[in-house]
């Protein structure tokens, strides 16, 4: 019998297993909170095949030693794509990644694609395995899956049919050596794409997109906000090749990283042989996501902006653009990260702060050097005693907006930047419904 590892029990792992057991394997589920602990596993890993690494889980000493007896660290994005060649299930792949806008880009594409109707899945890190997907009775034709680093750490042959790489910004130092080491694993989304078959996005506008130009193998096909391009903005009008699909005007996504999603969003539709009118008709009609720069309450004249997807400095910056002279709520883990231009931008755009989480003291240190008033900063630890502080400064007369844009990742006091978001809204209504 056939045996298999899948070290992680999320959402991935568990697509994994499910796959794996269907492709006949006994599958050894090993998670330290959930399944068996990765000390006991260390015990099997003479026993197995294939292992599998779900992406959130670090390099451990499992990961290690799984290594040293020379058994290949897989993922489940990796298997998954294997069994679809194996049987083959004619789905095209449109994979995204990037620093900022993956999540819109991706449910937005499959959204267009279902909107034309066409039988589209959104999936990857976004709530669904891929192996979910390509199991699911429902017959796809296509899957469009966004991809973190993490998950583009351990492919091989996964070959996508449009890829892109939406934009690079500094992001998690806690797991990569350097920029470079994440920046460049970005790019194994498209290292086995060629340009008879395939298409990739470059985005001309990201300096250090521009610099791994050599790392792109599918047909380049260029997007920019600023210049010519083959998708680009002039005029006040998005053009594809030449043609208009919409006046920017249009857009129901607004800011200037909406703008961006929305290049991309278009680019892959006339890809994929979408008329411009149902771009056009989707663009103008379609919300925001959850998490992003929500209008999720309104207290009066107090608008209260639900952006806990701001998980990174540039993701706050724009945001911050969208409004500024806010009441901002930001702050969380600890990503290593350079928090310079944080807190320039606060000082810029922001009319008070409310500082939350472990690297409250390193921002608020940053902002006194700026001479920011001490009077506009307030720490107090927690999304709760910020709201509740607010509720006894404000009142529906006072016109503010209050967003929380935390410009960093949420695992010092929240499961993840949903279940932040989640917590913010609920303490909204209590404290002000």
Known sequence: MK?????????????????LEKEGYTVIAVDDSFAMSSQEAMKYIDEIDVFIKSPGVPYTDL?????????KIQDEIEIAYQYMVKYNKK??????????????????????????????????????????????????????LELSSYQLENVYEFTPYISMVTN???????????LEDYYNTKFYICQN?????SFFLFNIDHEEVRKRETLMKGRKISLSRKQEADTCVKDGNILFQGEKVMSVSELSLKGSHN????????????????????????LRNTEPLEHRMERCFQYGKLQFINDSKGTNIDSAKFALEAYPGCILICGGFDKKVDLTPLADVIVKQVKEVYLIGVIADKIKALLVDRNYQAERIHSLD???????????????????????????SSFDQFKSFEHRGQVFKELVHKIFG
């Open 3 to 19: 045996k298999a590892m899948v070290l992680g029990m999320g959402i991935s792992g568990r697509g994994a297993k499910t796959l």
């Open 63 to 71: 990961v290690k030693a799984v290594q040293e007896k020379g058994i």
């Open 91 to 144: 789905i095209n792949i449109v994979a995204v990644t990037g620093t900022n806008g993956k999540t819109t880009t991706t449910s937005k594409i499959a959204e267009l694609l279902n909107f034309a109707g066409k039988k589209a899945a959104a999936a990857g890190n976004i709530g669904r395995s891929f192996a979910e997907v390509l199991l699911s009775e429902e017959q796809y034709d296509y899957a469009v």
């Open 168 to 178: 690079l910004t500094p992001d998690h130092l806690t797991r990569y050596a350097n």
């Open 193 to 197: 794409q060629e340009k008879e078959n």
């Open 259 to 282: 703008l961006e999603n929305s290049l991309f969003i278009v680019t892959a539709g006339k890809l994929l042989g979408l008329d411009s009118k149902i771009i056009r008709d989707f």
């Open 382 to 408: 927690t999304i709760e005693n910020s709201l509740r502080d607010m509720k006894q400064r404000f009142t529906k007369e006072d016109q503010e907006v209050i967003l929380l844009s935390p410009a960093t």
